[in-house]
Each structure stands twice: as C-alpha cells, then as structure tokens.
C-alpha cells in the first residue's frame, strides 16, 4: 500500500512506538499515510487504541517475519 | 474532535521500578492528546533532579523475579534464590539488582526513565513538585529540572476533581 512516509519502532517497547509515532504524525498533512513498523507484539493494541483515541485511522495492519506494521492515516 | 480528557497522577515512591509507571503513563496520555499533571511528593521528589539515581531494592520486593540478562535462554530463565534476609544487608546487592535491571529494560528495548520524563515535557505534562516534602526533606526549586511547578495538595485536587483519570503511585 501506498504510504507517504515510514517509521521503523523495531526493538522498541511500550510505550516507545505510540510516542515515536505521535512524534513522526505531527509533523505530517492532515490525509497522509504514515507506515509503523514494530516489533513489539503489544503494539497490536496500543497503536490501534492511540490512534482512535486522537482521530487518526489504522487503514490497514499486517505482520510477518516478527514484525507488525500498520498505515496510520491522519486525522485533521 | 471531543473534549480533551484529563490525568492526574501522584508520583510518591523514586525508586526504579516505581518511577516508570507515573512517566510511561504520563507520556502515552499527552500523546493520546490528554491534559495530564503528574505531582510529585515524599519519594517521588528525586526524579524531578537533573540525574535520577533511582535505584531498586530486591529486599522490598519480595516477588521480584532475579533473573539474568544475558547468558543461554536456560541460564536467563532461572529465577534464582535468593533469601531477603542476606539481599537486605549485603552491601552492593541494590547496585548488582539496579545493574542488572537497567540491562535487561535496555535489552528488551524499554526507555530509560530519563528518556520518558523528556518526552513528557516535550509533550507538555505538567510537572508538579510538592512544596510540602520540599521543605520537609530539604530540596530548592534549583535541584529541579527547568519547567518543574510547584504546588500544594489543594493545587493538585483543583485538577484532579476535573480529572477523567486519577492514579496515585
């Protein structure tokens, strides 16, 4: 999928990958795609709830050779 | 968007294992766009100075596991005896068990305390210092990091009855 930027939060645990991915979606417009690479199987949750949480929408999450990622759409 | 929520957190014990939950908390909050205001008294004073010396003390703990972070997974698995009654007057023993946590969080990819009270001011949490224990254990407002306020329970309780979330740790 198409994304306009990425963030990789491999080895990092919680609560780094919400803070790092705030840090990195503040600095983006409002309708772009910012992709989330983690490692940290409790960011399965935490991103999902961070992002409802602030009007941000996971459009769509994955997993694969031990990593999660997940495309986080801005709110406005 | 709806109304911001707000936290309020008493942060009252500095030791290591104890100053992570105010900051982990209290930076997740502000980044999921929470008003948040953590107030800091009796023990919880020294983790608003410049260095934080934190440390952990197995003796108190009597459920901490004491396991090693590094070694064969086998060896790292082996939650190791140790009775209280010669953990609690060894000298050096919190040092080792303060060593070896530090390692294990910085293995596992967990921020040291200090890297979350950064974020936390960066994402603007409000850090309260209880002016109370202040005087009662003998800090200035200079043994403090910039930004720290300072306030009294009634300060504390005028947020925290408008408060969503109230902790106390």
């Not at chain 1, 919680?14 to 772009?32: F, H, Y």
């Not at chain 1, 009007?55 to 994955?62: A, M, S």
């Not at chain 2, 703990?61 to 997974?73: R, S, T």
């Amino acid at each position: 999928m198409a994304h306009d930027d990425e963030i990789d939060c491999s080895g990092m645990n919680c609560p780094l990958p919400v803070l790092k991915t705030k840090m990195k979606i503040d600095g983006m417009a409002a309708g772009s795609t910012l992709k989330v690479i983690t490692t940290d199987p409790g960011s399965c949750q935490d991103i999902p709830a961070w992002a409802n949480r602030v009007g941000h929408e996971v459009v769509e999450t994955g997993e694969g050779d031990g990593k999660f990622w997940f495309m986080v759409k801005r709110g406005e | 968007m709806a109304e911001r929520k707000k936290m309020a957190l008493i942060a009252a014990q500095g030791s290591l294992d104890w100053a992570y939950p105010p900051f982990i908390l209290a930076s997740t909050g502000a980044a999921m766009d929470m008003d948040v205001k953590v107030f800091f008294t009796f023990y919880g004073l020294p983790l608003l100075k410049p260095k934080i010396k934190a440390k952990v003390t197995p003796a108190a703990n009597p459920a901490m596991p004491m396991k090693m972070p590094f070694g064969p997974k086998g060896f790292q698995n082996i939650d190791w005896p140790m009775p209280h009654a010669i953990t609690g007057v060894m000298p050096g023993f919190d040092t080792m068990a303060t060593g070896l946590m530090k390692k294990t969080f910085k293995k596992k990819g967990v921020a040291t305390i200090t890297e979350l009270r950064d974020m936390c001011v960066m994402l603007g949490v409000e850090l309260i210092a209880c002016q109370m224990t202040m005087d009662v254990f003998g800090f200035e407002k200079e043994d403090f990091i910039d930004g720290v306020t300072f306030g009294g329970a009634a300060a504390f309780l005028d947020f925290a009855a408008e408060a969503d979330i109230q902790m106390f740790m």
